[in-house]
């Protein structure tokens, strides 16, 4: 597993990612009637026909001053992450949103201000939080990580128009493996970060996906975010989440130039549509 050519990587990510989302059929959520709480369309359905292009922003702070503001906001649909914002990077990040995902802690911890914040408006949202690997569901609601369950339910009864989905566990753990099987050493027992979830799922919408900043540029900085004065180099390497290998394994699907990574930070990945086995 760990020797796979580009192709051969490509055709093992494209046959085991199936994005799922709590959709309501399960226990215990059928039995609070969650089927008539999520949104009536899929996250695959939302869009009938695919996304031609698609961008990931990384919230790494190797993204100031990067002047990639434009050229990102040129695709189709642009991911973003938690709290990033674009207001006041316009220049570097640009400022369409298109789908945002975020952790339960965004959700749940009170200096977000989820619910009054414009960062998570008008767009669709996607949240996650690491349920044990192998947990049943019903374990999982009793006890998440951070509380997610409350705040989603007041959001669809408050929003009832805004897609909003919750990653299923099962789906973030498959993506673990994934990484763990094309991977020499043994990576942590910890979920994939955010940025590889988004990764992801863009290859599953979208028929070719632009990563930014997520292996970094010349610009590279133990700065963590770039809309944050904060310095940490785990941000960028990874403590809790398995993203060093993340990215390595992302490096090795990357089909843009070496310039393009140096200069821009920028991986060129082809959706899984146009990947053919
Ligand atoms: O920092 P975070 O990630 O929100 O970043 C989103 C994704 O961008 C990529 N990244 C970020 C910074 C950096 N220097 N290099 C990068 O490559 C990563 O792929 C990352 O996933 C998360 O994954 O959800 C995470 O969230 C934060 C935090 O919870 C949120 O920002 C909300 O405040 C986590 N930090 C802490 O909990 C302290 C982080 O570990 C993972």
Redesign the pocket.
Known sequence: GVHKSGLQLYCDLKRRTRIRTVDGTEEPFSGFGWDRLVPSLTLQELRRSQYQSCAVV?????VLNSSLGPEIDSHDAVLR????PTRGFEKDVGNKTTIR???S??VA?P??QFSSSSLYQDVTLVV?DPAPYSANLSTWFKKPDFDLFSAYVERRQLRPEQPFYILHPEFIWSLWDLIQDNTEDQIQPNP????????LLMMSLCREVSVY????SVRR?????YHERYV?A????????P?LY??LLVQRINEGSDHELRTKGKVTLRGFSSVHC
Request: charged fraction near 15%; hydrophobic fraction near 40%; charge should be negative.
């Open positions: 990384t919230s790494a702070g190797a992450f938690n709290a990033a995902i975020i952790n802690q965004i911890r200096k977000h996650w994939p970060s955010s940025g590889f979830i988004g990764i900043e997520f292996i970094p900085t133990d700065l963590c975010h940490d785990a941000c960028t390497l990874g403590a809790y989440h993203l993340e990215k």
